[in-house]
């Protein structure tokens, strides 16, 4: 990687945590309502796998998916918008903070049940393998959904069949609030592939460098046609679960000792050792992404919510006619704007 | 035109998708090698026919369903065969989280153009294999329910469903892959949403879909024999419900029952006599009868096991009880 290409990495890793840290002002200022799951802390592993994929690489992500979501290039003000339930947002306000997507860009969505966006990972490589497009796909999950029947089911099928799919884990050893020892019998995860007999790597997470140049290996292979892999990106958090989660369960000392690893100053580290980047480059960068950050939030609000009259749109591909929708046997349920009537919709 | 059966008329259906459409694959369990074609024998001889495009899969009904999304997500038209209704439990997460959400979650970037087809039925195979979920399936939005009831029907709604541009779940049944009926040569395709008289008459409206349409027109030549002539409607699909010609019937007959093989509490029939007097109550000349299967785990004992399902002799007995107003 060159210079820039370098600093990038740095830009977008405190682009994720300044993002995250006003997301948290944002919720408790009640901007934000329902779940919010923060990526503090995991920054290095989005920006160092998705900066070692091809930009049509395709990219479906667990619910942690803010980082996921900047890092591929969506902006600031498209990802806040959508935390704000605004029309302007990545799904016009349909998902919600844990189902970003952006399909222009191959990132099909976040996904909120624990594992279950595994086998639609490997349906997509499927799709790749069947068009021959050498596409890889990307998909990433917490070690929390390695317990889980739809981990098992998509690994072995995609071993089977040969798919080009980058599993990777995110180990922050913690699945929501339970600790790895109490939920996992093998707590090195990538030892679970071998039941697969699939490729596996650990990686430390909190290394962007290493993080990208172990995706650039994985992907290189499943290109080749030598089939998926698992990766295990060894991470922490360091905030709770959720906003909802008052993190009481970790020890003081471990969450300390873990922020005593922070990627980003480490990564700074790194650039200033090497010269590429000066602390007067860092500032600048700091400001801009603040400045950024601000101006998507500013956006976000300044955005209206999306129309009443849209509520019906999307649910099927055509719209269809169904009293069960609306109550009327005549015509599709778009056809004129909702009357709201003692909370039952009847189109005016 | 030759009379052919309901198993055949699917497999006629899945032959004319994917000679039509070379991103038709066809996923399931044992659709290959086991018995030359299926444990139902739909698939039969599909594989050789489409080298690579019809595969066996393994027993992972959430992999079936959701491999089967990623790839409709990536440009694929998968069929996923479950090799019955009961196993589509396992997959209920991927039906109702995935399947059925991702066109509106994401605000219509991503659509699911998929069919998962799975027989309901029974035959001595106790309580876990003897199941339908015909009203949880109506139920969510997002989600087409097929049923078709006739060899012409399953093969120009199979035809539709694999066309669609949203995710169809087409149940089948076992009683009915064997039976006949006419399907023509030349190619067709029924539209998805729309029901049908299936018989006229002019004394009462039975509202069915599925098995329950071959129980109800027995049930009818019986009658008629009687002067009781029932009309008969045909749902064909689930959702979107049409019930336009049922309510077109009542207004005539101002007597319906609704039919079904399913529990009779919050089964699809409830709702159907619900929207009906909602819609049609100053049409009804009597309170809407329901007949459907009784509500236990069904048992394995064949005494028992008829005794749950409802056959035409129910449906006679209904009949008999709302012609003599003994409701």
Partial sequence: MDRDKLVSLYRQMLLIRVFEDKSAEMYARAKIGGFLHLYNGQEAIAVGALSALRPDDDLVTHYRDHGYALARGISARAVMAELFGRETGTTGGRGGSMHLADVSKRFWGGYAIVGGHLPLAAGLAYAAQHHKTGRVVFCVMGDGSTNIGTFHAALNWAQLWRLPVIFTVENNQYAMGTVIDNHSAVTEIYRKACAYDMHAEQVDGNDVLAVHEAVCRLAERARNGEGPALLEAVTFRHRGHSMADADVQRPRSQVAEWKERDPIPAFAEVLLERKLATPQDLEQIARDVEAEVEDAVAFADASAEPARETLYEGIYAEAVSNMQIDGSLIGPPTLGPMIIKNGMGRHG | ?327
């Fill in chain 2, 1 to 327: 035109m030759a009379e052919i059966t309901y198993r055949e008329a699917l497999k006629r259906a899945l032959r004319e998708e994917m000679t039509r459409d070379p991103n038709v694959v066809i996923w399931g369990e044992d659709i290959v090698a086991y018995g030359g074609g299926g444990a139902y024998g739909v698939t039969a001889g599909l594989a050789k026919e489409f080298p690579g495009r019809v595969r066996d899969v393994p027993i992972a009904e959430e992999a079936i369903v959701g491999v089967g999304l990623g790839a409709a997500m990536g440009g694929i038209r998968p069929v996923c065969e479950l090799m019955t209704i009961n196993f589509a439990l396992v997959a209920w997460d991927q039906i109702v989280n995935h399947v059925a959400k991702q066109h509106h979650m994401f605000n219509r970037q991503i659509q699911a153009p998929m069919v998962i087809r799975s027989p309901a039925g029974w035959g001595r195979t106790a309580s876990t294999h003897s199941q339908t979920f015909e009203n949880w399936l109506a139920s969510i939005p997002g989600l087409k329910v097929v049923y078709p009831s006739t060899p012409y029907d399953a093969k120009g709604l199979l035809k539709a469903s694999i066309r669609d541009n949203d995710p169809v779940f087409f149940i089948e049944h076992l009683a009915l892959y064997g039976t006949k009926g006419e399907v023509p040569d030349e190619e067709y395709v029924l539209p998805i949403g729309v029901s049908e008289v299936k018989r006229p008459g002019r004394h009462l409206t039975v509202v069915t879909w599925g098995r329950m349409l071959v129980e109800t027109m027995k049930a009818a030549r019986t009658l008629e024999v009687e002067g009781i002539e029932l009309e008969v409607i045909d749902l064909r699909t689930l959702r979107p419900l049409d019930l336009a010609p049922a309510l077109e019937s009542i207004r005539k007959t101002n007597r319906a029952i609704v039919v079904e093989e399913g529990f009779r509490t919050v089964g699809l029939g409830a709702e159907i006599a619900a929207s009906i007097q909602e819609m049609a109550f100053n049409d009804l000349d009597a309170p809407i009868a329901r007949v459907a299967g009784l509500e236990v785990p069904m048992p394995y004992a064949r005494n028992l096991e008829r005794a749950t399902i409802p056959f035409a002799e129910d449906v006679i007995a209904a009949v008999r009880r709302m012609m003599e107003k003994k409701y």
